[in-house]
């Protein structure tokens, strides 16, 4: 069996529940092109054993995101891929992460921890976000 393309983080301090954070590592992947159709994810077996959660956090995920018809089960197979979500955007993406790994730099320059920097971008995310809808 083919290995699978994606491996998940938790991130306990986050707020967001596992099986959301499963659900949203995924969409990124897809987003980004990481993750493409015919793709195999990890089994929940799999998932378990890397993670140490509840299969049924797996499988909630996993759900959801067939629910979306984002994946297909396949039983005794596997779970894989059936759509995608990236988009004509993809081509900004390699320019934008340049100039956001030299903001990062400059940020660590200045002394910022990743937790500074995330809750700086989040909050200035947000933030541009409401001024947008205004």
């Not at 949203?24 to 077996?45: C, F, I, S």
């Not at 081509?91 to 992460?97: D, E, K, S, T, Y």
């Amino acid at each position: 069996m083919e290995k699978p393309v994606i491996e998940f983080h938790l991130d306990s301090g986050s707020g967001v529940s596992p099986y959301q954070q499963l659900v949203r590592q995924v969409r990124h992947a897809l987003r980004l092109g990481l993750l493409r159709e015919g793709d195999r994810l990890p089994t929940v077996k799999e998932v378990v054993a890397q993670l140490a959660i509840n299969p049924n956090t797996v499988l909630k995920a996993y759900r959801e995101l067939e629910h979306e018809k984002l994946v297909a089960a396949r039983p005794g197979v596997g779970t894989f891929v059936t759509a995608t979500l990236t988009d004509a955007t993809l081509a900004a993406h390699g320019p934008l992460r340049q100039e956001l790994r030299r903001w990062l730099a400059k940020a660590r320059g200045a002394g910022l921890d990743d937790e500074s920097i995330e809750a700086l971008f989040m909050t200035t995310f947000r933030n541009t976000a409401q001024e947008d809808i205004a």
